[in-house]
């Protein structure tokens, strides 16, 4: 029987839960093997900034055996895992140079989420996504290459197409990712173009529950040219647009579009079901474990599932919960908390920006912020947030550059076609 390397904790993904359970099990000096299907960390909560050209893909995707290089203890693997065996405490991953076994003493899984189509999985076929750097490239060259195209066509019901982009979700993301669209649409096509906000629930940002924040991101999104379409449900999409079902069916508004974005839904990624399986694990009906108040998984002590992949207590899918669970895994791991010592999530408040200048944040529900300041702990929080000092220093320049001179590194082509289309209106 050939011999199966060991590591006294393996760590599965790359994200936010499995850098920071990393990180604190260095703090020892433990030694640890993090394996990931990707190369990089990436920091998600900055993809929209890809899509909309302020940012460039490596300034929010440093590769993680970078990241890792002097953390005490760290070996880092890229492979995807696609079994694990608990009881002889094994997993099985897969690399370019084929299938790998590695032997663990804890195991920490941190796999992360993809996007939930809510069953209509052909949505996909006709949709961005915004969960990888690939998807944010995508979405990019996407918008661009309408945008140029819309310069150049003479068909008025093409040109309309093009100029058309629906973002469906109005969480965090989907503001987001509106507001800076529009932005975008504002600067290299004036009026033509037009953004759809479109969301089921009666709200935008359903976590605030419709409040004053919900209220003003809201009206900022309207006052900026977002038509912002409320109580709205997503019935097909297809190559031509979208048909989406109005106040329960109380009105049907068809809206052609070459762009959908799909930011609606989450569900667990592929190994958790694998893990649930193996473990014994109920799971919920995104397909998140059910894990036990100290993180671990089924009826095993040594195995420990963190972050988007899981579900306890409603605590919200975002990364600092995902970081916070991180850290609390690696210190049983490392002694510092005793054994089955319970989780509980330090909730240091949630924020989203609309647009430039302009945000929402809730440290808690009494104290709120809103335009301006809001956008200012905005910025503040995601340079903290972000990995390495260079791509600090990158961001304020980006930002600079994008929020305050206007202009976007990667639209350099869609300002030919700005001036393209100038050329058009007055000829
Ligand atoms: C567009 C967007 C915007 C967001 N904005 C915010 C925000 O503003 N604030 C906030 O707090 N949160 C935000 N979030 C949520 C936040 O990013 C997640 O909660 C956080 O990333 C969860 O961390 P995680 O470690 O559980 O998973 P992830 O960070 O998703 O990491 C999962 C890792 O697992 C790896 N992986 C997956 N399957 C396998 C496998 N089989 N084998 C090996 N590796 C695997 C992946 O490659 C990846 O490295 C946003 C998310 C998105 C998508």
């Given at each position: 029987m050939t011999e199966i390397d060991y590591a006294e904790v393996v760590i599965i993904g790359s994200g936010f839960g499995g850098l920071a359970a990393a990180k604190q099990l260095g703090k020892s000096g433990i030694d640890h093997t993090l394996i990931s299907a990707t190369p990089e960390h990436l920091f998600q909560p900055l993809l929209y900034q890809v899509a909309t050209g302020v940012m460039d893909p490596h300034e929010i995707a440093p590769p993680i055996a970078n990241v890792l290089r002097?953390?005490?203890?760290s070996t880092v693997v890229q492979g995807s895992v696609v079994d694990v065996d608990p009881d002889a405490c094994v997993v099985t991953y897969e690399t370019d140079a084929g299938v790998r076994r590695l032997r663990y003493g804890s195991l920490i899984a941190a796999t992360g989420a993809t996007q939930s189509y809510f069953g209509n999985d052909h949505f996909k076929d006709f949709t961005f996504a915004l969960k990888t750097i690939e998807d944010a490239t995508l979405l990019r060259d996407q918008i661009r290459d309408c945008f140029e195209r819309a310069a150049e066509t003479t068909d008025d019901a093409e040109r309309r197409k093009l100029l058309n982009f629906v973002v469906v979700g109005a969480g965090a993301t989907g503001v987001e990712v509106a507001g800076q669209i529009q932005e975008l649409s504002q600067r290299y096509f004036h009026a033509d173009a037009s953004v759809y906000l479109v969301e089921?629930?009666?709200?935008?940002?359903?976590p605030y529950k419709g409040g004053k924040l919900s209220q003003y991101a809201e009206k900022s999104l309207r006052d900026s040219g977002v038509e912002v379409l409320l109580d709205?449900?997503?019935?097909a999409i297809d190559a031509d647009g979208v048909t989406i079902s109005i106040n329960k069916g109380a009105a049907t508004r068809r809206i052609a579009a070459d762009t959908v974005v799909w930011s609606a839904g989450v569900q667990a990624s592929g190994f958790t079901a694998v893990l649930a399986e193996r473990t014994g694990c109920d799971t919920d009906r995104a397909g998140r474990l059910l894990i036990n108040?100290?993180?671990?998984?089924?009826?095993?002590?040594n195995i420990y599932a963190i972050g988007d992949m899981t579900s306890l207590k409603?605590?919200?899918?975002?990364s600092p919960v995902a970081m916070q669970q991180g850290r609390h895994a690696a210190d049983i791991i490392r002694r510092k908390k005793l054994p089955g010592t319970e989780f509980v999530y330090w909730d240091k408040g949630s924020m989203a920006t609309i647009k430039r200048f302009s945000a929402v944040a809730q440290l808690n529900e009494r104290i709120q912020f809103r335009g301006f300041i809001a956008w200012l702990m905005w910025l503040a929080v995601h340079l903290f947030y972000l990995i390495g000092f260079r791509n600090r220093f990158l961001a304020v320049l980006q930002w600079g550059v994008a929020f305050?001179?206007?202009?976007r590194p990667g639209f350099v082509h869609a300002a030919q076609a700005e001036e393209r289309e100038e050329e058009r209106l007055a000829g």
């Open positions: 002097t953390n005490k203890g089921g629930a009666p709200m935008v940002l359903p709205a449900m997503v019935t108040s100290d993180l671990t998984t089924g009826g095993y002590a409603g605590y919200p899918g975002q305050i001179g206007r202009a």
